[in-house]
């Protein structure tokens, strides 16, 4: 059962047009906006995310509000699964430097979002929102995709999807299956924009 923690079932840049979906195919850069994430620590680079107004507008505006307030900043990947999914954004609990035992239990100032559930599909480089086990209990955590997981499809609300730099995504430190993902001395985000 799910808790507080916030947890999965089971367990997008400026002159991007284009990221290649798990079947090879395109998946065009949308009109945005984007959220552009610069990661550090053990790996370091770029995450472009085109997020999806139309599919999930009150999670949209919140990911904005939050990069924008710079929020996001030195916020670690506390849970990473290998072959599922790297989850970050917890901006109470998960800032770099500060004790981050808590990390994935906290969310922001900001109350709860009700969720907006969509047709789309969680497949690789696809970006959730993390939630408890109440579905309207999203708030600021959210997760990227290594690989399709249909079992989440209108389970979680789908913000947006990698176009630009899923090879970074792919070389996060994995956390400890045992521990569900947990990372001991995680990579984290630098700098969360919107362009």
Not at 164 to 181: F, H, T, W, Y
Request: with cysteine; charged share 20%; aromatic share 8%.
């Amino acid at each position: 059962m799910l808790t507080r923690k916030l947890f999965l079932a089971g367990a997008f840049c400026l002159g991007a047009t284009v990221a290649l979906a798990q079947d090879g195919t395109t998946v065009p850069d949308g009109p945005g906006p984007n959220l552009v994430l610069e990661i550090g620590g053990s790996v370091s680079g770029k995450v472009v995310i085109d997020l999806l107004p139309d599919v999930a507008p009150k999670h949209v505006e919140r990911i904005v509000r939050l990069a924008n307030e710079h929020a996001y900043d030195d916020v670690v990947f506390h849970r990473v699964i290998d072959g599922f999914m790297a989850q970050t954004g917890d901006v109470q609990f998960g800032k770099r430097g500060a004790d981050t035992s808590m990390a994935g239990m906290g969310g922001s100032k900001y109350p709860d979002l009700p969720a907006e559930f969509s047709n789309r599909s969680f497949t690789r480089g696809m970006v959730g929102m993390a939630r408890s086990a109440n579905p309207d209990s999203a708030n600021s955590q959210f997760f990227v995709m290594f690989a399709p997981a249909p079992h989440l499809d209108g389970q979680y609300t789908i913000v947006g999807h990698v176009v630009s730099g899923m090879e970074v995504i792919d070389r996060l430190k994995k956390g400890n299956p045992a521990q569900n993902g947990l990372v001991e001395d995680p990579d984290y985000i630098v700098s969360a924009t919107i362009e």
